[in-house]
C-alpha cells in the first residue's frame, strides 16, 4: 500500500470517529486528496470502482468529487490591474492654411511643446 493511500485513511479515519456508513464525512481538503490519487491512479490504468474502494469510500462519492473539482477548475478568479503607465490619447497634427494645428495634447504637453520650439 503507498503512502498517500496510508495517509488519506489514517486522516479519514480521524474525520470520521463514531461514524459509518452514510454518515461519514470529509473535508473539502480530505476531498481534494481523493482526487488527487485518484487521477494519479487513473493515468496508473486503474478504475475508479478500484480506487475508490482502497480509499474506503463509496464510488458515487468519489465520483461527485472528481466532477465537483472539474467545475471549480474552469472558473478562475481574475484580478483587474490598472495599467502601469496612463495611454496617452493619439497626437494629431493638422496642416491648414492658417498654419499647423496640435490636437490631442493636455495643458503642460503645449507648454512643453511651446518651450520646443521658441
Known sequence: MDQALVRFRQVAARENRGRRDV???YSPRLREHAVAYWLT????GER???VA????????SLHRWT??????ARFRPVA???PASPVAP????VMGAAGPRVEGLD????ARLLALLR
Open 107 to 110: 495643458v503642460e504637453s503645449v
Open 41 to 44: 491512479r487513473r493515468r496508473q
Open 90 to 93: 493619439p497626437v494629431v497634427v
Open 53 to 60: 474502494a482502497a480509499l474506503g469510500v463509496a464510488r458515487w
Open 23 to 25: 454518515r461519514r464525512r
Open 80 to 82: 483587474l490591474a490598472a
Open 48 to 50: 475508479l470502482r478500484d
Open 67 to 72: 466532477r465537483a473539482s472539474k467545475a471549480r
